[in-house]
């Protein structure tokens, strides 16, 4: 039997060295966020931009939502892992980083792909449900005090058999301990109780980037 060990910023980077190579755009959206300042901590993982465009290629997943988009690196590692007829709507409120996330799906020849829309995401998604929208995929990785409104929005609208994914659900490893209940801690671990408990899905955390939950839909 195995031993889990301590994931490092070494084997992260082991890690990184031994999976497919990032695309150059994905790179270079990286390099851009190291001179962002305290936000750039929004951008998710390298570890977490092969999952999400393997899982992508994997479910064979054709239509995504994501609530969240920052400087658009994980929407483009999904977008890469979609076939040329794949749609993605990228939802967030931030005007300036979705132009610069807007500049980059250019330069990766991604934008027939991506549909970005500024407005608060709980407006959007009512809209896309008086649509009738149905999605192979939803990533969220947003304002956490709305993870349980945009968890049971989006239940509705993934189809069976298909795939909800959370970021920073480990919290910096904050969700440990019953003692701590700091405000957005609280917020994190609440939510996870509440989809461990969610009979319409089955899940699982990844202890990938700052952890995702992976559901899928019963």
Request: some cysteine; aromatic content about 8%; proline content about 2%.
């Given at each position: 039997?195995?031993?889990?060990?301590?994931?490092?910023?070494?084997?992260?980077?082991?890690?990184?060295?031994?999976?497919?190579?990032?695309?150059?755009?994905?790179?270079?959206?990286?390099?851009?966020?190291?001179?962002?300042?305290?936000?750039?901590?929004?951008?998710?993982?390298?570890?977490?931009c092969h999952f999400?465009?393997?899982?992508?290629?994997?479910?064979?997943?054709?239509?995504?939502?994501?609530?969240?988009?920052?400087?658009?690196?994980?929407?483009?590692?999904?977008?890469?892992?979609?076939?040329?007829?794949?749609?993605?709507?990228?939802?967030?409120?931030?005007?300036?980083?979705?132009?610069?996330?807007?500049?980059?799906?250019?330069?990766?020849?991604?934008?027939?792909?991506?549909?970005?829309?500024?407005?608060?995401?709980?407006?959007?998604?009512?809209?896309?449900?008086?649509?009738?929208?149905?999605?192979?995929?939803?990533?969220?990785?947003?304002?956490?005090?709305?993870?349980?409104?945009?968890?049971?929005?989006v239940v509705e609208?993934?189809?069976?058999?298909?795939?909800?994914?959370?970021?920073?659900?480990?919290?910096?490893?904050?969700?440990?301990?019953?003692?701590?209940?700091?405000?957005?801690?609280?917020?994190?671990?609440?939510?996870?109780?509440?989809?461990?408990?969610?009979?319409?899905?089955?899940?699982?955390?990844?202890?990938?980037?700052?952890?995702?939950?992976?559901?899928?839909?019963?």
């Amino acid at each position: 039997m195995g031993t889990n060990i301590n994931i490092t910023s070494e084997i992260e980077k082991y890690i990184e060295d031994f999976s497919h190579n990032l695309h150059p755009v994905q790179k270079e959206i990286i390099s851009y966020n190291r001179n962002l300042g305290d936000i750039k901590k929004m951008q998710i993982s390298v570890s977490q931009c092969h999952f999400l465009k393997l899982i992508t290629k994997i479910s064979k997943s054709k239509r995504i939502l994501e609530i969240g988009t920052f400087t658009g690196l994980s929407t483009l590692s999904m977008s890469l892992g979609l076939p040329e007829d794949g749609i993605l709507i990228a939802l967030d409120k931030n005007l300036d980083t979705n132009k610069k996330a807007k500049e980059f799906f250019y330069k990766a020849n991604q934008s027939k792909k991506i549909k970005t829309i500024i407005k608060p995401a709980l407006e959007t998604l009512k809209e896309l449900k008086n649509d009738n929208s149905i999605f192979d995929i939803v990533f969220i990785d947003s304002d956490k005090e709305n993870y349980k409104n945009y968890y049971d929005n989006v239940v509705e609208m993934v189809k069976v058999g298909g795939l909800i994914i959370i970021d920073n659900v480990l919290w910096h490893g904050e969700v440990i301990g019953a003692c701590n209940n700091e405000k957005f801690t609280k917020i994190i671990k609440d939510f996870n109780t509440y989809v461990k408990n969610d009979k319409r899905t089955e899940q699982t955390i990844i202890p990938l980037g700052d952890g995702l939950t992976v559901c899928r839909k019963i």
